[in-house]
């Protein structure tokens, strides 16, 4: 039954996702290709990257800023005593309206405060309530509480009695599970996904375990095999709650996870489930592999690569690493090495082995919640989850826009990471590796080939830079980073000399730069969830083409230049995504429909998750008060809150939008006054 539904997610992906070469010949990442863990020496490195992942996964998610958390409104009920335990039905709002179900079970006989376990499943047959030898929740769940804990077992979403009001009763649990979020890729722009979905549901398990009187809110723990051990290593890396964590045959630097929940907008770009799993570091944590799956190489790679993150922060003790001979699975011996485990770092600090005791699992009419399919008559529908979730992000978006300067710093505080998180980019980042390769010389310029070298990218960023040779040797001087969608030539002839608006700027003594790459617009499906959650998009490898050449620019010139991006058409739209790398920006928006879902999943303007960091509003907020022309704006193009934004911090003649396409004299013109006012 497992294996079934991970063969069948194996087979979804490769439909959705054939391809293997990017549009620039770069390879193409999938949940089974091959990864490395990252080298690390020193303990803030690893902070450092920690943080940035643990800001991915919240990005990803949806999930940042984080929502309100709404009251959970805990509904306890049909409770059985049995043998050393018992076991109730359990339900929580987890949004407004939104059911998540589950059991909950006790310890009998014993005083508290005992440990809370949060117990996430894997993609079986019968979701929460799965009783075999390959694996069982009721029976962890059961033993967890003859041991002494407090276990709370919950669905992942279209299992069980986790679903909506129009789901239907009579589909398998899986085929149900993977609808949400799927019919609309517009939800994508928001990052609403089906593992968003799930993230937030453990973070509300959580809190819903935690506020139970008799848990001891220092001893919280989870445990999830597969799927649901994706489920606990995306909670232990986000949420400092957890105590000690135990995700069960999934950590693995080739599989990442073949369900639509285990996979969610730019989450494996940059890093892997090895990567994510260390961002616990220095809690305790177990990993348990066995010979018959993606996790075999346990012993030899994944397990001693997390392992030196731990000995780093001078906690070999807390990493443990085991594989057994079977087939992927949570029988009773990983469950063992579990409870083992667990009873060292939440009970009594002894390493013993523990045996699973004997244990009879409750009937599933006595564990199901909704039996009959029927919810809460608040229940809400799907597309209405989703409308709640746009308009509370919206919100939340625009309690942020800055009054003030206070308001301002703040806004930076929190959408800085959202917009280095969604564009995928290495910010701040390491020094970049730029090579000069070539001067030449004119009797107007001298022209440099530069060469820029990124460790997450195979192929060097090229630029080609103009210097004019009346250029002063002292003070700040002015680069044009010209970008267009065909790349330089509207730019230079065929000769390569500058023609045009690039002709116009060096005659004025402006450094003119340009990007001599130009890739083809990606031919494969962005928008398929196997795609984006591996690779950038078109559109986040175009705005980090941009922000690298100006991180190289500030570097080799020691930040003497004061970078001005020039961007026409879709290239005016990654100009304006890059702002806050630069120094001011010139866009020519070419009329284009940004509050339009169609323009913004286009091949050449997707991605995942704009919306959600403000558009394009976003970025411009976040390089206030530099320079910044619009022009060719389309009437829908809406700039009030980056008006006021510039108008807060008394900028406001540093911003200029107007609706008609403006003249290249006219543009030059705002050039020199920007340099009369520096």
């Known amino acids: 039954m497992f294996h079934r539904l991970r063969i069948y997610c194996f087979i979804t992906f490769v439909a959705l996702c054939p391809f293997i070469v990017r549009a620039d010949n770069a390879v193409c990442k999938d949940l089974n290709s091959p990864r490395e863990f990252p080298v690390i020496n020193t303990q803030k490195e690893w902070q450092d990257r920690a943080n ?40 929580l709002e987890t949004y407004p309206g939104f059911y998540l179900a589950g059991n909950l079970y006790r310890p009998l006989g014993k005083a508290g405060p005992f440990p809370g376990i949060l117990n996430p499943h894997g993609h079986w047959e019968n979701g929460r309530l799965t009783d075999i030898k390959e694996g069982s929740i009721p029976a962890r769940c059961i033993n967890f509480a003859k041991q002494g804990m407090i276990a709370f077992s919950y669905d992942m979403v279209g299992y069980n009695d986790t679903h909506f009001p129009e789901s239907p009763v009579t589909k398998e649990f899986y085929k149900i599970h993977r609808n949400f979020g799927t019919n609309d890729p517009a939800n994508l722009l928001w990052n609403i996904s089906l593992m968003g979905l799930q993230t937030w549901n453990s973070i509300r398990a959580l809190d819903f375990l935690e506020s139970l009187p008799e848990v001891d809110k220092h ?23 957890l105590a000690a964590q135990a995700p069960v045959v999934m950590v693995s630097h080739i599989m990442q996870g073949g369900c639509g929940c285990e996979n969610m907008p730019g989450l494996r770009v940059q890093f892997s489930n090895m990567e994510i799993a260390a961002a616990a570091v220095p809690r305790p944590q177990i990993m348990v592999a ?5 996790t075999k190489t346990m012993l030899t790679l994944e397990g001693p690569a997390i392992q ?20 992927h699975n949570y029988n009773q011996t990983s469950r063992e090495a579990v409870y ?40 809400v529908s799907q597309s209405q989850l989703i409308q709640y979730l746009v308009s509370s992000h919206q919100s939340a978006l625009d309690a942020l826009t800055p009054r003030d300067k206070t308001g301002w710093k703040r806004y930076q505080n929190v959408m800085t990471p959202a917009w280095a998180r969604t564009l995928q980019l290495n910010w701040p980042g390491a020094a970049l590796n730029t090579e000069i390769k070539t001067v030449s010389k004119t009797a107007n310029y001298t022209f440099q080939t530069v060469q820029i070298h990124r460790e997450t990218e195979s192929k060097p960023l090229e630029l080609l ?33 500058p023609v045009g608006i690039a002709q116009s700027l060096l005659e004025k003594n402006y450094h003119v730069a340009v990007l001599n790459n130009s890739p083809a617009i990606e031919t494969r499906d962005q928008l398929s969830i196997f795609f984006n959650t591996y690779n950038r998009t078109y559109l986040q490898n175009r705005v980090g083409d941009i922000v690298a050449a100006c991180q ?75 320079p910044l022309l619009l022009h060719n704006l389309s009437p829908k193009f809406q700039i009030s809150k980056v008006q006021s934004t510039y108008d807060a911090l008394s900028a406001g003649k540093s911003f200029r939008a107007e609706r008609k396409q403006l003249s290249e004299q006219e543009i030059l013109d705002w050039f020199s006054r920007i340099d009369s006012s520096k």
């Open 552 to 626: 190289s620019l500030h570097s080799i010139n020691l930040r003497q230049l004061r970078i001005i991006l020039y961007g026409t058409g879709h290239a005016g739209l990654w100009s304006l995504l890059a702002a806050p790398a630069a120094n001011g920006v010139v866009s020519d928006l070419d009329q284009l429909d940004v509050n339009s879902n169609q323009t913004l999943i286009a091949p050449e303007l997707f991605c995942p998750g704009l919306r959600s960091m403000d558009s394009f509003t976003g970025p411009l907020i976040l390089a206030t008060p530099n």
């Open 52 to 91: 940035v992942i643990r800001q991915q996964i919240l990005v990803s998610a949806g999930l940042w800023p984080m929502p309100e958390k709404t009251p959970l409104h805990p509904k306890l009920f049909g409770r059985i005593e049995c043998d050393g335990y018992s076991v109730e039905k359990v339900y």
């Open 219 to 241: 001893r919280l723990a989870c445990t999830g095999e597969s799927g649901g051990g994706t489920q606990t290593f995306i909670l232990g890396a986000i949420d400092d709650r």
């Open 340 to 379: 083992q485990w667990f009873d060292r770092w939440l009970i009594d600090e002894t390493d013993t082995p523990v045996t699973e005791l004997a244990y009879t699992k409750e009937s599933d009419e006595d564990l199901r919640v909704f039996p009959d399919g029927k919810l809460p008559s608040n229940a």
């Open 308 to 327: 030196h993150i731990y000995d780093l922060f001078k906690a070999p003790d807390k990493l443990r690493y085991v594989r057994f001979d079977f087939n």
């Open 465 to 497: 830079h103009f210097i004019p040779s009346k250029a002063g040797a002292k003070g700040r001087q002015t680069l044009v980073l010209l970008v267009s969608p065909p790349g330089k030539s509207p730019y230079l002839d065929e000769a390569g000399s």
């Open 290 to 294: 066995c010979t018959g799956d993606w």
